[in-house]
């Protein structure tokens, strides 16, 4: 499924979806983000259990947006997240991310990243898990997940 302005309306209820702050898509069967670029007003975008395999650039032209949950997903690219300069909440747990497209997101200040339950990285054996994130992403600050990995004790 698409993110249509019917979709939008829908989700948005009597706000208009550029006047929206905060839009909840969770559970909506979504494949692609296309279709956000109305939404320049959003602070807070809920895209988690959905179908997403790749982030487009659509996020990027989210100018207010502070947190994203892309959590539950199939995400294995995240090329749509490189034009964004700082985040507050980046939540990518349980996605299909490697190592090397982790890389991708280093110019990003990110307040709070969640990574938890992406196999890859989570089988590394060969260090722990935090400090290979905070090498992939400098500026990321609060990593709550890695206390709950059973993989990096």
Not at 29 to 40: A, F, M, P, S
Not at 57 to 74: F, R
Not at 124 to 138: A, G, H, L, Q
């Amino acid at each position: 499924m698409r993110i249509t302005a019917g979709l939008l309306q829908q989700r948005c209820g009597l706000i208009l979806p550029k006047f929206a702050k905060y839009l909840d898509l969770a559970n909506c069967n979504i494949v692609t983000l296309d279709g956000l670029r109305n939404c320049t007003n959003l602070q807070t975008l809920i895209l988690r259990h959905n179908s997403i395999s790749i982030i487009s650039d659509a996020v990027s032209n989210l100018p207010e947006l502070w947190k994203l949950d892309l959590s539950h997903n199939l995400i294995c690219s995240l090329e749509g997240l490189l034009k964004v300069r700082c985040i507050g909440t980046l939540i990518l747990s349980f996605n299909n991310i490697t190592w090397s497209e982790l890389r991708k997101l280093q110019h990003i200040v990110i307040l709070d990243l969640r990574l938890i339950g992406n196999p890859s990285l989570e089988k590394d054996p060969y260090c722990k898990f935090s400090s290979r994130v905070r090498r992939c992403n400098p500026g990321s600050f609060y990593l709550p997940f890695v206390s709950k990995s059973p993989a990096f004790p």
